[in-house]
């Protein structure tokens, strides 16, 4: 349902969406069951003149399959979440594919900046393009990214990727994105980086084949 309010741009958005939805509609039905459950109780056991109170203590054993085969139910609705989740993780965190470019992130309060691979494809050579919060890439293409932070935690999002990375000083994390359809996204922080947090917004441009070569190429020399 998500996708309905914020397009999913990257190619495992939808794994993302589906893992989402399906823990709504686990939770939304045990949800529903408990309250429907709850409400009868009270009706059906309202008080009513002349009928006396009965004390139960919960361990008689038909009262005590109302609460063991639920337990059970849930605790296998639960491993079936976990396992599409690990799933889902390790196909978006673990499992990178192969690269067709690699683009270095660099946050710190409160901007982000963006280094990207010239006209030879390689990053760290003479001709790489650095921009400030402002990452160009090409649409279809695999993108592997090293993610650094130079001061303090910060979290790099992409909204519409279905993207999170917290970015740890010291350390540098790599990930990976294939963006599907063109046009202009939001960039984030999503992570309390200190007071400057709410401003520090960046653009990612998706762009053709043609389009992105002419980006490259208007940025050489420069």
């Not at 459950?37 to 009706?43: Q, S």
Request: aromatic share 14%; charged share 20%; hydrophobic share 45%.
């Amino acid at each position: 349902m998500i996708e309905r309010l914020i397009q999913p741009v990257s190619t495992f958005a939808g794994d993302i969406d589906q893992l989402f939805f399906g823990i709504h509609m686990v939770v939304g039905f045990w949800f529903f069951l408990v309250q429907g459950m709850f409400f009868y109780l009270l009706f059906r056991y309202r008080y009513r003149e002349g009928v006396p109170t009965t004390y139960v203590t919960g361990k008689e054993k038909h009262l005590k399959k109302w609460i063991n085969i639920p337990h059970i139910l849930i605790i296998l609705c639960d491993v079936g979440v976990i396992f599409f989740a690990v799933q889902t993780w390790y196909n978006v965190k673990q499992n990178l594919p192969e690269a067709d470019a690699t683009i270095r992130i660099v946050s710190q309060q409160w901007a982000w900046s963006f280094v990207h691979p010239g006209e030879d494809g390689e990053l760290g050579t003479d001709d790489d393009i650095k921009t400030v919060d402002e990452l160009h890439v090409q649409e279809g293409m695999t993108y592997h990214f090293q993610l650094e932070s130079r001061d303090v935690l910060h979290s790099f999002s992409v909204p519409v990727f279905r993207l999170k990375q917290d970015a740890v000083p010291g350390r540098v994390i790599t990930g990976w994105f294939e963006p599907m359809h063109t046009g202009v996204y939001d960039i984030q922080c999503a992570e309390m980086c200190g007071i400057g947090h709410g401003i520090m917004g960046a653009r990612i441009h998706i762009e053709s084949a043609e389009d992105h070569a002419a980006w490259i190429a208007s940025k050489k020399g420069t």
